[in-house]
Every structure is written in C-alpha cells, then in structure tokens.
C-alpha cells in the first residue's frame, strides 16, 4: 500500500520561496503517476504539477515558470520547489499518486493515493 507525507509548507511574503517535499512509502517495482494538488478555502482543488509513469512533466498555467516538480533517483520523494510565490498560491497543498500503464487520471477524484497535507500560507 503506498504512503504519502507531505512536508515543507509554511508561511512566507510575497516573492520569497518554498519547497515542499513528499515521501512515498510502499512502492514497489509499479510504475507511478506522481502529482502536487492545491485547494483554498475558497476555490476547487487543481492539479499544480504531474509527472507521468513515463517521466513527462506537466504543469498548470499559474505554476509554468515559477514551480518545479521533481524526483530522487530512488523515487522515494517527490519535490515541490516553489519560487516567486503569491498570494493566490495560498492553499493546502497534497501530494498524490495512482498506478500508471501510460498514463495517469484525467479526474482527480480518480487518484489513488493522498497524502494529507501542507499548508502554505503567503501574505502581502
């Protein structure tokens, strides 16, 4: 059964930077779909970053440029390197995986795997 433990998140100004890390437990030799998600308190949970069984990185619009997603080479964490932060980046950040045989869910509630949480929190 895989596990996911998100660290790394906190408050920080406007500009300043963060990165939040995720631990895997529990994989074996399966391939994995890889992803950070965020939700606010007020707006609905996005897909900010992926990375496909395959090793394509995608991002969201609002993360291209400023957020990187990356690996160990074990696979046993995934990164989350988050630059010129805003207040709009404000949200619970989660970590998540799913099985992978080429490609990875369309739906997030199709995700396998989820971690519990960051918070990051940033202040004008």
């Known amino acids: 059964q895989v596990q996911l433990v998100e660290s790394g998140g906190g408050s920080v100004q406007t500009g300043g930077s963060l990165r939040l890390s995720c631990l895997v437990s529990?994989?074996?030799?399966?391939?994995?779909?890889m992803a950070w998600f965020r939700q606010g308190t007020e707006t609905e949970r996005e897909r900010v970053a992926m990375?496909?069984?395959?090793?394509?990185?995608l991002y969201h619009a609002s993360a291209k440029g400023r957020f990187t997603i990356s690996q160990d080479n074990a696979r046993n964490t995934l990164y989350l390197e988050m630059n010129d932060l805003k207040p709009e980046d404000t949200a619970m950040y989660y970590c998540?995986?799913?099985?992978?045989?080429?490609?990875?869910?369309?739906?997030?509630?199709?995700?396998?795997?989820w971690g519990q949480g960051t918070q990051v929190t940033v202040s004008s």
């Open positions: 998540a995986a799913d099985l992978s045989d080429g490609y990875c869910p369309v739906d997030n509630d199709d995700w396998a795997y």
């Open positions: 529990g994989y074996t030799d399966s391939a994995l779909c």
């Open positions: 990375i496909e069984g395959d090793g394509d990185i």
